[in-house]
């Protein structure tokens, strides 16, 4: 009798999942891991930065996530509950760090992340990534009365980066190939690397120029501070999910393809990056560059060479 019992609970959920799917994405059996689980439990788990202005942040009182990727990220679930027949599909947000973003999208806490994660082919080996939507390169934020104009007069300074990132990697290699004598702080995030930067504690915080810009933007006087410095790191920053899951990779890929193509990509990307945005209300003045434009033009997902 048990036996029947656990036999006719597994049948009642494969017809379940056959019969939500059906005539939308394929039969159960031709399911991916991640949509399988998705369509099962009715939920999908996002990984989302608190901090990662423009990108991924908590601006208001209501602790939910906004940004560039949070929007883009809505747009794939949106695509999703077509796919699956699920219109009411759940998503639970789960914070992740720098530290945490690819361990918890590997073992499967996080099915979906897009924040502020730089492609690189390290990194690839882990986990794979969505066509690219944003082109970024390591700079330097500083004050405008610093002395501070590029990497040549960092020697001895103390400059800050975010733990876990690839501009830390790329510090911490430049500083010894160059023999600068600098002293690298690697803050929790790229909030605590600002204060760090404002309070003194470090005459310069090297990180990707749209998180730059974006941490200037939070200033208390954002014109006090200035990005500087030639572009040295280079990356296109993507949406992450499982290795070896093609299908869920397709509808991520398609849906962005499609606000490529439409030209809704512009909009967008304007809302974030040249309009007043939250919590202050000011403007990146970071308009869309050339190498982002061909990326829409072309889609891709591989590492910056």
Request: aromatic share 10%.
């Amino acid at each position: 009798m048990p036996g029947k019992v656990v036999a006719c609970r597994v049948f009642k959920a494969c017809a379940f999942v056959s019969l939500v799917l059906g005539g939308h994405l394929a039969l159960a059996d031709d399911f991916s891991a991640t949509l399988k689980k998705i369509t099962t439990t009715q939920q999908i788990s996002v990984g989302y930065r608190d901090a990662s202005v423009p990108f991924s942040y908590i601006g208001d009182q209501s602790g939910r996530p906004m940004g560039y990727s949070v929007d883009l990220t809505h747009r794939i679930i949106e695509r999703l509950r077509e796919k699956t027949g699920l219109p009411k599909l759940r998503v639970k947000y789960r914070l992740v760090t720098s530290q945490t973003r690819i361990p918890l999208v590997q073992n499967g806490t996080v099915d979906l992340e897009c924040g502020s994660t730089g492609v690189t082919a390290e990194r690839q080996k882990q986990v794979a990534f969505s066509y690219g939507f944003i082109y970024v390169k390591g700079q330097l934020l500083t004050a405008k009365d610093s002395g501070i104009n590029g990497f040549s007069d960092l020697k001895g300074k103390h400059v800050v980066t975010t733990a876990g990132t690839t501009n830390e990697r790329f510090l911490k290699r430049y500083n010894a190939e160059h023999q600068s004598n600098m002293f690298v702080i690697s803050a929790r995030d790229h909030g605590e690397a600002f204060k760090m930067l404002e309070t003194g504690r470090a005459v310069a915080f090297y990180m990707d120029d749209a998180l730059l810009y974006g941490e200037r933007a939070k200033a208390r006087d954002p014109h006090h501070w200035v990005v500087v410095g030639k572009g040295q790191s280079r990356e296109i920053y993507s949406c992450m999910v499982r290795k070896d899951d093609p299908q869920f990779l397709a509808v991520v890929n398609e849906t962005l393809g499609d606000l490529y193509r439409s030209g809704e990509i512009n909009e967008i990307y304007q809302r974030w990056f040249e309009q007043p945005i939250p919590p202050k209300g000011l403007n990146l003045e970071f308009p869309m560059t050339s190498e982002l434009k061909a990326i829409i033009a072309k889609p891709v997902s591989d590492p910056v060479e």
